[in-house]
């Protein structure tokens, strides 16, 4: 039936299955934003099964005070004063899709800040990543190291089908070296457009910028329907759908924590790697 939402806590964290990884004290299973977006989304699915309880409690305590076997109804939290039977029944028939809209803007809005966040992670985990690679850059570029030079020069040339032996030869004797190549070279050039990118990283640039910053491919299936929750979410924002079923909130909360972990799992794995120090 729509609008009837099962167990609060079904295909959220307790059972979810996390990736599999080898156990070590140290090692990092998530990055600390994810964990701050699991609790955020989690509250506020606790907040939406702690008013299902309260609103049918509510009413029924006022039929308790009208029937005579309650005195009046508990002082509320923050109001001070308990607010007229009538107009509490009132505010009864909207609450659900109330609910619902918090629920998913909230969702939503907490996703968004993961991607951001856990980018940002990335980035301060290697420290001056952009600072470093350039002086990587230049010392590379301006070695005087013979061997270097020579195997360089050997490399100085089109492409041709025959020599790759020797190509291979040269490619390791530079890599053993600490040689940088051309791909090597413009990383920094790559990690200043990432920084850039985060100050306006709208939504429906999110999947993207994820692929080509990051290595991440969201499957179609996942880009479609989190293409479709962006535009919902935008409408209800924008005041032109007020109306957001309940369950169909709960099921966007649960996307949208299952794939935030699934690209938290694919920064930690690729990203979260403690990097050579020359």
């Not at 007229?84 to 998913?104: C, E, I, M, Q």
């Not at 951001?116 to 690679?133: M, N, P, S, T, Y």
């Not at 479609?224 to 935008?234: C, I, K, P, V």
Request: charged letters at 25%; one cysteine or more; aromatic letters at 8%.
């Amino acid at each position: 039936m729509v609008g009837r939402v099962g167990d609060p806590h079904e295909g959220t964290d307790a059972n979810d299955t996390e990736p599999d990884l080898p156990v070590q004290d140290t090692m990092i299973n998530h990055t600390n934003s994810y964990l701050v977006l699991r609790r955020n989304a989690q509250e506020a699915i606790n907040f939406a099964v702690l008013s299902c309880h309260a609103v049918p409690a509510l009413n029924a305590y006022m039929k308790a005070v009208e029937g005579g076997t309650a005195p009046k109804l508990p002082d509320p939290d923050y109001f001070g004063v308990v607010q007229a039977h009538d107009k509490l029944r009132a505010f009864k028939p909207s609450y659900k899709k109330t609910l619902g809209r918090f629920v998913l803007l909230s969702s939503f809005s907490y996703f968004e800040a993961y991607v951001q966040d856990a980018i940002r992670e990335v980035i301060d985990f290697h420290g001056d990543w952009k600072g470093g690679l350039r002086e990587k850059n230049l010392r590379s570029m301006n070695t005087n190291d013979p061997m270097i030079s020579k195997a360089r020069r050997g490399l100085t040339e089109r492409r041709k089908a025959g020599p790759e032996q020797r190509y291979a030869k040269l490619q390791a004797t530079l890599r053993e070296a600490g040689y940088r190549f051309p791909s090597d070279l413009v990383a920094a050039f790559g990690i200043a457009k990432v920084e850039e990118a985060l100050q306006d990283l709208r939504a429906a640039r999110i999947p993207e910028f994820l692929q080509s910053a990051f290595g991440f491919d969201m499957p179609a299936d996942d880009l479609l329907e989190f293409q479709r929750l962006r535009e919902w979410r935008n409408t209800v924002a924008h005041g032109r759908g007020a109306e957001v079923d309940l369950g169909e909130a709960m099921t966007a909360n649960r996307f949208l924590r299952g794939l935030a972990m699934r690209i938290d799992s694919h920064l930690v794995r690729n990203f979260l790697v403690i990097e050579p120090a020359d």
